[in-house]
């Protein structure tokens, strides 16, 4: 399709997959639906042994491409279809979630009308299983770099992923995503983007469905992402003034012990034993005081 017949731009699209032919389908028709009149979409599937590789035969000829071999995991896949996009918009949208109508009409036109941005989020509707909607999430949060590392209950900071779209211009300049994330690879986007002064336009929108399942990310990992967040945070947190600096490691600390006590499964003493000092936290005290009750 000629790039210079429509006003619309042109938008690339990435679904990585894995193991997913439960959505996978549902997805795909999500996308092809919103029938956007300049669009580029592809499927980069991790050499899935489920049914999927039928699912991505049958639409094989109304996709632009499709990647079907083993991989690293999600961000490489990611990263393979955002070599091969060739649109000024991109995004990815993941197998098990789903794009709203009307979804792309709404980005590509707000691209459109508004060249000075180059980022833009709108919102996400939770969804169950069965594709019930269980809550809606909406980007919010100061878009600092200390903004959001110092976020909290009082100080949110969220950009729902199936939501967030940006110009292809920003990833050549900045890089592709870092490969040695497998949970928070979008979160060290964002940081990477607003460290370099860059800020997102938050549309008051839902534009796609988040799903949350038991073998999600979100659910079957947690300690995964929370690994990951301390990794990246405690990285970006080094160009902070040294107070700012402080108070993210104390909350990078509580995580971390979070994940000791989780791992532990009711026997911390060993861990305690090699950090002593650990116990002028009451966290790991009162983590010690149940995990002492359990055992009596």
């Keep these: 399709m000629n790039k210079k017949a429509h006003p619309l731009p042109r938008i690339t699209l990435i679904t990585p997959s894995f193991n997913q032919a439960d959505y996978l389908e549902e997805t795909i028709n999500s996308v092809l639906d919103q029938r956007y009149p300049n669009l580029q979409y592809g499927v980069i599937d991790g050499g899935s042994t489920d049914g999927s590789a039928e699912i991505i035969e049958r639409y094989r000829g109304r996709l632009d491409f499709v990647v079907i071999e083993k991989d690293n995991g999600q961000t490489e896949a990611i990263n393979k279809g955002l070599a091969l996009a060739d649109g000024e918009i991109v995004g990815w949208l993941?197998?098990?979630?789903?794009l709203l109508p009307g979804a792309l009409e709404k980005i590509g036109g707000h691209f459109a009308?508004?060249?000075?941005?180059?980022?833009?989020?709108?919102?996400c509707q939770v969804i169950d299983p069965s594709g019930d909607v269980t809550d809606s999430v909406y980007p919010c949060g100061d878009f600092t770099l200390p903004g959001v590392l110092l976020r909290g209950e009082e100080r949110p900071f969220?950009?729902?992923?199936?939501?967030?779209f940006w110009r292809r211009s920003l990833h050549d300049l900045l890089g592709l995503l870092d490969e040695s994330l497998h949970y928070c690879m979008d979160f060290e986007f964002w940081l990477r983007l607003i460290e370099s002064g860059r800020r997102p336009t938050l549309l008051d929108t839902a534009l796609a469905t988040y799903r949350l399942h038991e073998s999600s990310k979100s659910c079957a990992a947690p300690?995964?992402?929370t690994r990951e967040h301390i990794r990246v945070e405690g990285g970006y947190a080094r160009s902070l003034p040294l107070a700012q600096r402080l108070e993210v490691q104390r909350r990078l600390g509580y995580m971390h012990r979070a994940c000791v006590i989780h791992a532990s499964q009711g026997r911390l003493w060993p861990a305690v034993m090699r950090r002593p000092w650990w116990l002028?936290?009451?966290?790991?005290?009162?983590?010690?005081?149940h995990?002492?009750?359990?055992?009596a």
Excluded at 113 to 123: H, I, L
């Design 280 to 289: 002028l936290s009451q966290q790991i005290r009162h983590a010690i005081r």
């Design 223 to 225: 300690i995964g992402f």
């Design 94 to 98: 993941c197998s098990d979630d789903t």
């Design 158 to 164: 969220n950009l729902p992923q199936p939501g967030v």
């Design 113 to 123: 009308m508004n060249p000075q941005d180059d980022w833009v989020a709108g919102g």
């Design 291 to 295: 995990s002492d009750r359990r055992a």
